[in-house]
Each structure stands twice: as structure tokens, then as C-alpha cells.
């Protein structure tokens, strides 16, 4: 009965989709406030029954009711109540009603914050999230129904993909999607100031908070995402320009250029064309994302629908999307004024010279992801584009950006004077090179000039953003003066800093990760950059839904014991397949690392030990982005100016809404 | 033309400048990094290229998996149930690894028409078959070559 509850609101949630997609935009065209208003009911409406039918599916899969085919295929008695809650989002059906329940909830958010803007424009944009819904609405009943039934019910489910059981995992994809679907904001409002034909500061003062928080939500997902694949995987790796990770990176990068350009588009009036194509172009390459993960048309770790109709839909479904959006940009684009003028060397500039290079990056990730379908298409071959072509290409073109991290927020906007820039900057740039000659000259054992590359742009990222500090505070050097700093500022600081420390870990971790692999019995012991791993043995060791082989390595540093490193070979119960869970001592400057590879003779394993140095400043640098962000949208002149105009609006907007808050 | 515009041209010049600097740059590389797949019948045929690195697919012949004492070193035999080619690997191999398996492996040939892996992928679930590999076999299968060894993928 409650899976057909669910399967009956996500009905419901369809129709109220269909009356959001077109009585406030039919309203907003004949200036109908009543129609318009409809949008904010549907929005929390739908909300509403998502929530419902999530519910639903949570309940089937907390009570195992295999008699529902989604939870028998991914859920087991003997599966803990966490990962039985996690299942929910553990494959096709579930992850899809997890989109559509993010965007019910981004909706919903949309209606209830933002009643200080002009009604017609709410109404378009809620209509144009309500289209999107559609579209996921229909694909998940038509070809992906997570409630259908299955008769007769098996006694016991196929379990959830083991790879899967891991917390990590079990947040990664919620944090993405609702970076994924929050990026539909940004489209919505930028289609509805499009028709309007009204791009002006208070649309991208209104849009900037919002794609600010979807993207910081992309970059934590990016970064779990990344640090899973390091934990769960058993090969020690942080990234693999895997199809899937670069589906989450494309929409993060044209998402990172988009809130630079809002910025310049909100204090500048500037950029206003190339803003509202980013922010078109972020929500297409989310969709792209999904279509690249879920039609499975990708080889990869994630890729699980392999039924064609999906693909299909899915594809029909963006070009649609990509396809209409475009059309309108075309037909408004004439009549967008452009901004203020402004010189070579002025904010403006290199904020646009990060742009370009940021779409430059994400245009080569998309055609290497993009490639093996293209070939394949055109009957060229089937081909795979190597791992060191996006190394390449990515330390090609990054470093420039990371340049013009340290010089724009030390240029003024409009124009900067090109000495007192260099006064500015000139102590970063002296240590930057110092610091690159030093590891990138080969003084000692191990420099490199990458190593010397990697950290200069760090030191002159750090040191550049560092000086704005000083330049602020120049008048009055005094506590006070730096708690007034705004936050957004802090935000800024904060993130440009997350990303010199990310910098620093992916250059160590590249140029000095050592790695062994090798055959291993009971007592042996081996070294590895100075420490001596000695390998106990296996010894077998039940865990709730599997048995293990679990492993003791002790890891001594001359005679003192370090760490003890437990690495397991699992192998789960509902299903034959083995998993190798590696055992990590993690540290400030290296992780220890060691992964099981096969039982061999008499109690010997073959064994993959690894030193990482740094490895864990990747993701530090990542969540010091995504804090930098949240301190950014934390900054009162946002609240200020909701609050001055909702006062201003007065009780009369609350009222059309109807109280539906 | 006024000094505005001027130093618009120059910017917009040094953009393009350098998108297409770096796109012709990518292209050219790009071409390099390229990774073909072949079936174990074209490497037999000699279709594979001899000093390229390649993908070699299809499934783990049965009963072909040796393990050479004292090391990390297999030998295992793939197929495309028509022809097979025989790979060596040193390392870990991946925990869906087995015989009868459909795997991925990346390297280049070697004396003797042995295929040098130097990394074997096997897919997270066991249902799973590489497409490649999918797609290879049912081409086998098409012309007639048939075993009870095609399970359905």
C-alpha cells in the first residue's frame, strides 16, 4: 500500500508541475498577479508530495519490502539501517527521485525567498524549474519507476553494491545533486530575466547568493566524492578523469566562472551577455552530467542504467533543454546592453581572463569525456582518451588561472594603475619565484620543476590574496578595522587561499607518492620512504553483512611504531564479489597506506602499500573553498537587502501568496 | 580608432591568441593520447598497432591463469571465443578478476606477440561487461562462432 502511495504523489507531483510550468508564465504574460501567485502554491505543493513519496521509498527499503523490485535489487535484512537508508539513493530509480526531490526542495526555497522580487519575475523562473521537473517527473514514471512491484516477492534482496557501504558514499551523491539541481536557479532566473528583458544588478545581486550555495554544495560533493574513490577504491588514487568525475567537474568549473561573473555583472553591469550564457551553460553540462552517468552510454565505476530508452529519453530531454534555452538567449541577446567600459588593466579584465581560461578547461574535460562517443558514433574506433592528456592539458592551462588568482582581487575595477599593481603585488611575486627556483632547480634529491611550478602558484596565491588584507587595512591597523572587513570578503580570501592548499597537495602528492606493489607472508617486512611495514598476516573476522580477511601491518619509523594499518579483503554474503577496503593512517603531511590484493600461498598476499605526502591538503583545500563560500552568501548586505525591501514591499505580497509559508 | 577601442582590440586579441594557441596545442596532443580498443581476433590479425599502446578486451580464457612463484607476475589468456592473445601482468590484480571474467586491459605488444599489460580492469559488478568487450563478442557470436561459454552478458 505505501508504495503506492508514493507512486500515486509522484502522479500528483506531475500535475501540480504541469499547472507551475504554464499558469504563471501565461500570467506573467498578461500581467495576472493571482496566476502568477500560483507558482509559489505549486512549488511548495510539489515539494510537499516529493517529500512524500520520498518518504515512502525510505519506508519500503527501512521495512525491506522486496516485494518492491528497486528495494529487492538494492537492499538486504542484513544490510545496517544507515546504508539501508542510503540505498534509497544507491542506483537509477532512487537517485532520480532524489533529483526531483532536491529540485521540489530548491523550488520551494525559490517561492518562499523571494517575495522582495518583482512577481513576474518569480513566476518565470518558478515556471521554468517547473518545466525541468517535468521532464524528470516523466522520465522517472515512464521508463524508471522506483516503486514498481514485483511478484511473486523473493525472501531476501541482492544487497546494495558493496562499494557502495561506505559513509562517505553514503552523503556523496545528496551533496551533488543538490549542486546539480541547484545550478537550475541560476538558469531559471536568467531565462526569466531574459524574457523579461530586465538583466539589470538586482537580478544578479538576487542570483548570486544562490548559485554561490549550489556550487559550494558541488565542490563539497566533488571533494567527498573524491576522498571516497581514494578510500573505497583500493589503489590510492584522489581522481581518474573518470566520465563521472568529470560530469561533476564541468558544470563546478562553468559554475566557478559564473559566480566571478555575476560578481563583476552585479557591481559592474558588465559581462551581463557572457553571465547569462555561464549560467545556461552550468545547468546544460549538470543535465549532461546526469545523462553521462545515468544512460550508462559511458564506461565507468558509476555508469548502472544500461537500458537504451533511458539514454535516449534523457538525450531528447537535454537537447530540448540546451536547445530552448538557447533560442531564447538568441532572440534576447540583441537587446542586452553591455555594462561599463573598462580598461586592460582593471579587475574586469582578469576576471574575464579567468573566465575564459575556467571555460577553456571545462570545453577540453568535455571533449575528452565526450570523445569515445563521438569515435564510437562515427565508426572511427573505440577509443579511450589517456589519463596524461587531461593532466596535460589541465597543467597547461590552470596555472594561468592561478595567476590571475593573486591579481585580480589586488586590481581595482575598471582601472588599475599598473605600478601601484606592482607595488601591490610585488612581495608575492618575489617569494613565488624564489620559492619555484628553490624546488624546481635541482638543488636537492626529489625537485622537480612541476614540484617548483606547484608551489610557487601556491606561495603567490597565498601571499597575493594575503596583501589585499594589508592594502584594506592600511588606514587603520586595529582589530576592529579587521572584524569590519564584510564576509564576503572573507569568503573570497578563504576560498582563494582553500585553493593554494589544494595546490600544494596535489603537487606533493604527484611528485612524491611512492608506491610498492609486492608479495607479502607472515613476518615479512618491507620499507617504504622510511618507514618499515611488517606484515602480521590475515586472519579471518566476521562483520554484519560479510566475512573478512582482515590484515595487521604495524609501520615503524626506526624502532618506534607509528601505525597499524588494517587493510580487508571483504567478501559480502548476498553477492560472490571480493572488496578490498584499505587500511589508512592518516597524517597532517602523509597518509599510510596499505590495500590487499589476493590470497597466495600459505598465508602470503600479494599487497599494495602506499606513502602519500599531503594527500589530505587536496580535500582541506576543498572544503576551505566550498567555507569560503558559505562565508560569502553569510554576508549581511544579502540579508540587509531582503529585509530593507521586504519592509518596503509591505504585508501586501505576503498576502497574494496566501500565507503559504 | 579610439584609445577605448584599442585596448578592447588588444584584449580581445590576446584572448584569442591564446584559446587558439592552446586549443591547437590540445588537438595536437590529444591525437597522441588517443587509446584505441581491439578484440584479441584483430591483434591476432595484426591490426593492433605494434609500438602504440592499446586496450585489449574480451574474456579471461578458462583454465589460462598462471601464477609464477616468488612474485607478482600472472599469465592469462584473453578471447574473443575466436581467437586468443596471451597477456602478461605484473601487480594487483583487480578483486573482480577471474577466469571466464570479461576484463580490460591496457599495454602494448610485446616479443612474440604477447600483449605487456601494464593495468587490467575489471568492472565493479559482476553482471557487468565492459561494452567493448559486449560488443566484440556478440560480433564473434554473429559470425557463427558459438560455445556454451557465451553467457549472456
Redesign the interface.
Same mark, same amino acid.
Given at each position: 500500500m505505501i508504495p503506492e502511495l508514493g507512486h500515486f504523489a509522484l502522479i500528483l507531483t506531475l500535475c501540480l508541475a504541469l499547472i507551475q510550468a504554464t499558469v504563471p508564465l501565461a500570467g506573467a504574460f498578461r500581467g495576472n498577479l493571482a496566476w502568477m501567485a500560483v507558482g509559489r502554491s505549486t512549488a511548495f505543493g510539489q515539494f510537499v508530495f516529493l517529500l512524500l513519496a520520498f518518504g515512502c521509498l525510505t519506508y519500503a527499503f527501512v521495512t525491506s519490502d522486496f516485494s518492491v523490485a528497486y528495494v529487492a535489487e538494492n537492499s538486504n535484512t542484513r544490510l545496517p539501517l544507515i546504508y539501508r537508508i542510503s540505498a534509497v539513493w544507491g542506483a537509477h530509480e532512487g537517485s532520480l527521485l532524489l533529483w526531483v526531490t532536491l529540485l521540489g526542495a530548491w523550488s520551494a526555497a525559490v517561492a518562499a525567498f523571494s517575495r522582495s522580487l518583482p512577481p513576474a519575475m518569480v513566476a518565470r523562473a518558478l515556471a521554468v524549474m517547473g518545466m525541468v521537473s517535468i521532464g524528470f517527473l516523466l522520465f522517472m514514471l515512464l521508463t524508471s519507476n522506483p516503486f514498481e512491484r514485483l511478484f511473486p516477492a523473493p525472501p531476501e534482496g541482492r544487497d546494495l553494491?558493496p562499494?557502495l557501504q561506505d559513509p562517505g558514499l553514503a552523503m556523496h551523491p545528496p551533496l551533488l545533486y543538490m549542486g546539480y539541481v541547484g545550478m537550475s536557479v541560476a538558469f531559471s532566473f536568467a531565462l526569466s530575466a531574459m524574457i523579461g528583458g530586465k538583466l539589470d544588478a538586482a537580478w544578479a545581486r538576487w542570483s548570486r547568493p544562490w548559485t554561490t550555495i549550489a556550487w559550494v554544495f558541488l565542490t563539497l560533493g566533488i571533494t567527498l566524492g573524491s576522498w571516497w574513490s581514494y578510500n573505497e577504491l583500493?589503489w590510492g588514487g584522489w581522481w581518474f578523469w573518470d566520465p563521472v568525475e568529470n560530469a561533476s567537474f564541468m558544470p563546478w568549473l562553468a559554475g566557478t566562472a559564473l559566480i566571478h561573473s555575476l560578481a563583476v555583472t552585479e557591481k559592474r553591469g558588465a559581462f551581463k551577455n557572457w553571465t547569462v550564457l555561464l549560467a545556461l551553460f552550468a545547468f546544460s553540462l549538470s543535465l549532461l552530467g546526469t545523462f553521462l552517468v545515468r544512460s550508462g552510454v559511458l #564506461?565507468s565505476?558509476h555508469a548502472?542504467a544500461t537500458d537504451p530508452s533511458r539514454g535516449i529519453f534523457i538525450l531528447v530531454f537535454l537537447l530540448i533543454v540546451v536547445g530552448s534555452s538557447l533560442a531564447v538567449y538568441a532572440w534576447r541577446a540583441p537587446r542586452i546592453r553591455g555594462g561599463g *567600459?573598462f580598461?586592460?588593466l582593471s579587475r574586469e579584465?582578469f576576471l574575464?581572463?579567468g573566465n #575564459?581560461l575556467l571555460v #577553456?578547461i571545462a570545453v577540453?574535460v568535455l571533449?575528452?569525456t565526450l570523445?569515445p562517443l563521438i569515435y564510437d558514433a562515427l565508426g572511427w574506433?573505440?577509443?579511450? #582518451?589517456?589519463f596524461?592528456?587531461f593532466n596535460?592539458?589541465f597543467s597547461?592551462?590552470s596555472p594561468?588561472l592561478f595567476v590571475l588568482l593573486g591579481l585580480a582581487p589586488n586590481s581595482r575595477w575598471k582601472h588599475m594603475d599598473g605600478g601601484q599593481l606592482l607595488r601591490r603585488i610585488w612581495i608575492a611575486g618575489a617569494a613565488a619565484l624564489i620559492t619555484g627556483l628553490i624546488f624546481g632547480l635541482p638543488f636537492f634529491h626529489g625537485a622537480s620543476p612541476l614540484v617548483g611550478l606547484g608551489l610557487a602558484l601556491a606561495v603567490w596565491i597565498t601571499l597575493a590574496n594575503l596583501a589585499t588584507l594589508l592594502d584594506r587595512m592600511k588606514h587603520k591597523r586595529s582589530l576592529g578595522a579587521l572584524l569590519r572587513q564584510p564576509a564576503s570578503y572573507y569568503g573570497m580570501l578563504l576560498a582563494h587561499l582553500g585553493t593554494a592548499v589544494a595546490i600544494v597537495g596535489v603537487t606533493l602528492v604527484s611528485a612524491y607518492s611512492v608506491e610498492k606493489?609486492?608479495?607479502m607472508d607472515p613476518g615479512d617486512s618491507t620499507t617504504l620512504a622510511g618507514y618499515r611495514f611488517e606484515f602480521e598476516g590475515a586472519k579471518p573476522r566476521p562483520g554484519p553483512n560479510y566475512l573478512a580477511q582482515h590484515g595487521i601491518i604495524r609501520v615503524y619509523r626506526g624502532d618506534r611504531q607509528v601505525a597499524v594499518l588494517e587493510p580487508e579483503k571483504r567478501t559480502y554474503l548476498s553477492?560472490?564479489?571480493?572488496?578490498?577496503e584499505a587500511g589508512i593512517d592518516v597524517g597532517f603531511t602523509r597518509d599510510l597506506y596499505a *590495500?590487499l590484493?589476493?590470497p597466495?600461498s600459505k598465508g602470503a598476499w600479494?599487497?599494495?602499500l602506499y606513502y602519500k605526502p599531503f594527500v589530505r591538503w587536496i580535500w582541506g583545500g576543498g572544503v576551505f573553498i566550498a567555507l569560503g563560500g558559505l562565508l560569502a552568501v553569510a554576508d549581511r548586505r544579502y540579508r540587509m537587502a531582503v529585509a530593507r525591501r521586504t519592509a518596503a514591499a509591505g504585508g501586501g505580497v505576503l498576502k497574494t501568496a496566501g500565507g503559504k509559508a | 580608432m579610439t584609445p577605448?577601442r584599442k585596448?578592447r582590440l588588444?584584449?580581445v586579441g590576446l584572448?584569442l591568441a591564446?584559446?587558439t594557441t592552446?586549443?591547437a596545442?590540445?588537438l595536437y596532443?590529444?591525437k597522441q593520447?588517443?587509446?584505441?580498443?581491439y578484440p584479441p581476433s584483430d591483434v591476432v590479425a595484426g591490426k593492433a598497432p605494434a609500438h602504440h599502446a592499446f586496450?585489449l578486451g574480451g574474456l579471461v580464457e578458462k583454465g589460462s591463469l598462471k601464477?609464477r612463484p616468488?612474485?607478482?607476475t600472472v599469465e592469462f589468456d584473453v578471447t574473443d571465443l575466436k581467437k586468443s592473445v596471451h597477456v602478461q601482468y605484473?601487480?594487483?590484480?583487480p578483486?573482480?578478476f577471474r577466469e571466464g571474467q570479461g576484463i580490460v586491459a591496457k599495454g602494448r605488444l610485446g616479443p612474440g606477440g604477447i600483449f605487456i599489460a601494464d593495468e587490467v580492469l575489471a568492472?565493479?559488478?559482476?553482471k557487468y561487461m565492459?561494452?567493448?568487450v559486449a560488443?566484440s563478442l556478440k560480433k564473434a557470436h554473429a559470425k557463427g562462432v558459438t560455445t556454451a561459454e557465451t553467457q549472456t552478458p
Open positions: 553494491n562499494l583500493g #564506461v565505476v548502472f *567600459s580598461d586592460l579584465s574575464l581572463g #575564459v #577553456v577540453l571533449l575528452g570523445a574506433g573505440k577509443i579511450s #582518451v589517456g596524461p592528456w596535460r592539458m597547461i592551462f594561468l606493489d609486492l608479495r553477492q560472490t564479489r571480493p572488496m578490498t *590495500s590484493g589476493e597466495l600479494s599487497m599494495r | 577605448r585596448k588588444i584584449l584572448l591564446g584559446v592552446g586549443t596545442l590540445a596532443s590529444f593520447n588517443l587509446m584505441f580498443f586496450r601464477r616468488n612474485g607478482l605484473t601487480g594487483i590484480l578483486d573482480l568492472k565493479h559488478d559482476e565492459p561494452p567493448e560488443a
